[in-house]
Structure formats: C-alpha cells, structure tokens
C-alpha cells in the first residue's frame, strides 16, 4: 500500500519508524548508485559509533545510562588511487539536530571538514525535527531539504527544498571529473520502502504532528 502522501510522509518520523526507514533508505541509495555508478567506482555503506549519557527520568534519583549510537552512512570511492573518497551521502539523523548532543558534535565536525573541501558531500534532510545548521542564506522555506556540494566548489552548495506534498526532487550527486553528475531520484525509494515495509499498519494518521501540518498537506490525510 502506497504513503497518502507524494513526497515524504511525516508519519514515519511521528510514528517511531525513522530508524528503520533511515537504514533502509541508505541501502536503496547504494543499490541504485552501485547500479548505475562508472566502472571506476564503488558504493561502500560505512558506521560511525558515538556514546551518549541518556537521563531516564527516575522518580527518587536521576541516574546516567550510557547510550551507544550507530548511524551508517554511504561513500562513494574511487576504485584508483587506492579508493580515494569522492563523494559522502548522509540521510540526518534525529541526534544529528539535536543541538549540543553527541550526535550533533559527531556530525558537525564531519561536516565541517568538508565544507573545507575534503570530498563532495550530499546532505539528506527529511526530519521535521530538531535544528538546522548556519548557512550564510536563509534555508528554503520547506519541511526537508537536499544539499549537495562540489568538493571543487566548497563551501557552495547547492540546495533543493522537498515537501510531503511534492515528490521528492532528483538531485545531483557529483563525482570526480571529468565524470557527470549521478541523478538520484529519491522518490521511487522512499516510496519501494514504504510499499515493502507495509508501514501503513503502524502508522497513526490521527496523530497530532508537532509541529502541525500545512493545509497543503493536511488535505492527503485519509
């Protein structure tokens, strides 16, 4: 059964399923970047693992419980020289926005070395949640967005907005010259995940989304 929604469904992040939806989104982006990627190149899925003290709210005394995160992320290498990084695809993370948490120093110091022009980055947002990192410019005045940045171009970027009630856009990642840029249409694998993971029977459409919906895109409820 398909999302009511033609771009991104904001159930998935209300409804507790961004976890399973991330890693899953991940390895569409591999299999179809593996699949159409030039010979000179490989799409490897990679994990970085950071710990974070979690207060569970006791009622007599408040202890520390250690949280250990694991997020994985995808590269795209060139196979020669000795499989040099080209290209970073990220899909954020609710820790990756929460600001001051592990999550979020993990990430912006990543981040910050691209921006630097370590590689060509892509920056995948579809969380409503949390905060978005300075930019020079106004972020667009949408619920997602995508980013990509040239290595060649750092720190420039360019940026597409996405909505719930849009199909998510093609973008551009960029390789190494003099190779074209892969377009990536994300919409057809968010869409095969939802349709695969049959969502639809734990999701809520009921629930009371903070922040709430635009009128927009409250008119695909069902």
Known sequence: MPSPFPGMDPFIEACDLWGDFHDKLIGEIERD????????????????????????????????IEIEHHEIFLEI????PQRRLVTCIEVLSPSNKRVGSAGWLEYDRKRQVFLEGHANLVEIDLLRGGRRRAMEEPWP????????????????????????AHPLPEIAV??????????????????????RSRYEVDIDYAFDLQPPL?????????
Do not use: N
């Open 174 to 195: 960029p390789l190494a010259p003099p190779d074209e840029d892969l377009r990536l249409s994300l919409q057809p694998l968010v869409a095969a995940i939802y349709a």
């Open 33 to 64: 970047a593996s699949r159409r990627l030039p010979p000179r190149y490989v799409a490897r899925v990679r994990q970085r693992t950071y710990v974070e003290w979690v207060d569970p709210h006791a009622v007599i005394m408040h202890g520390l």
């Open 77 to 80: 290498r060139e196979l020669d």
């Open 141 to 164: 005045d949408s619920p997602y967005y995508v980013l990509a940045m040239r290595k060649s171009a750092a720190p420039t970027c360019a940026v597409w907005p996405a909505h719930a």
């Open 214 to 222: 635009h009128p927009d895109e409250l008119a695909f409820l069902p």
